[in-house]
T-cell receptor
Framework: QKEVEQDPGPLSVPEGAIVSLNCTYS??????FMWYRQYSRKGPELLMY????GNKEDGRFTAQVDKSSKYISLFIRDSQPSDSATYLC??????????FGQGTTLQVKP | DGGITQSPKYLFRKEGQNVTLSCEQN?????MYWYRQDPGQGLRLIYY???????QKGDIAEGYSVSREKKESFPLTVTSAQKNPTAFYLC????????????FGPGTRLTVL
């Protein structure tokens, strides 16, 4: 079993839809949770960084962490074609290394 | 502009050859990392360095080597011992350790002919 599981998709939605991207993990020691966005043939860029359970909002993006269920989510409201990319979850515990999920490829159709 | 540069963008290698991928950063970051990305597998850590003249193996270091002689530079050599080197290679840096945001370069796509 992988430490971090992420549905690879691809996920295709119409413009304006609400998108939900999810990761589950097995190591309860993970403390810090991140979402990276990666456009095709580019390096990933950090979208959201959360520490505790609960929600964190930044514009159209909301990151949600549920440590009791070992489950994190990224919600994208009013999705745009420019949101079409691969989204990677990543997590870490203090003193550990960053562990990435497999990535979910999202396509937002105009 | 501050950032991370990787070169070349595309690299072709014949079997049995060693190749070196370049990574340079001008962000004044102490830590640098090399990842390999394969379809459907996310990013896997090859090597990392948290200070000049010191580096540590990641999860898939076999067949790779690195050096960290300067703070700004962290080149990766893919040796002939790496059995399946065709992949997308990403270099990253951060202020200190893994808990800090990592900034990624644009990547190098290596293909073995």
């Amino acid at each position: 079993q992988k430490e971090v599981e992420q549905d690879p998709g691809p996920l295709s939605v119409p413009e304006g839809a609400i998108v939900s991207l999810n990761c589950t993990y097995s190591n309860s020691a993970f403390q810090y949770f991140m979402w990276y966005r990666q456009y095709s043939r580019k390096g990933p860029e950090l979208l959201m960084y959360t520490y505790s359970s609960g929600n964190k909002e930044d514009g159209r993006f909301t990151a949600q962490v549920d440590k009791s269920s070992k489950y994190i989510s990224l919600f994208i409201r009013d999705s745009q074609p420019s949101d079409s990319a691969t989204y990677l979850c990543a997590m870490i515990f203090m003193g550990g290394k960053l562990i990435f999920g497999q990535g979910t490829t999202l396509q937002v159709k105009p | 502009d501050g950032g991370i540069t990787q070169s070349p963008k595309y690299l072709f290698r014949k079997e049995g050859q060693n190749v070196t991928l370049s990574c340079e950063q001008n962000l004044n970051h102490d830590a640098m990392y090399w990842y390999r990305q394969d379809p459907g597998q996310g990013l896997r850590l090859i090597y990392y360095s948290q200070i000049v003249n010191d580096f540590q193996k990641g999860d898939i270091a076999e067949g790779y080597s690195v050096s960290r002689e300067k703070k700004e530079s962290f080149p990766l050599t893919v040796t002939s011992a790496q059995k399946n080197p065709t992949a997308f290679y990403l270099c990253a840096s951060s202020i200190a350790d893994f808990t800090n945001e990592q900034f990624f370069g644009p990547g190098t796509r290596l293909t073995v002919l």
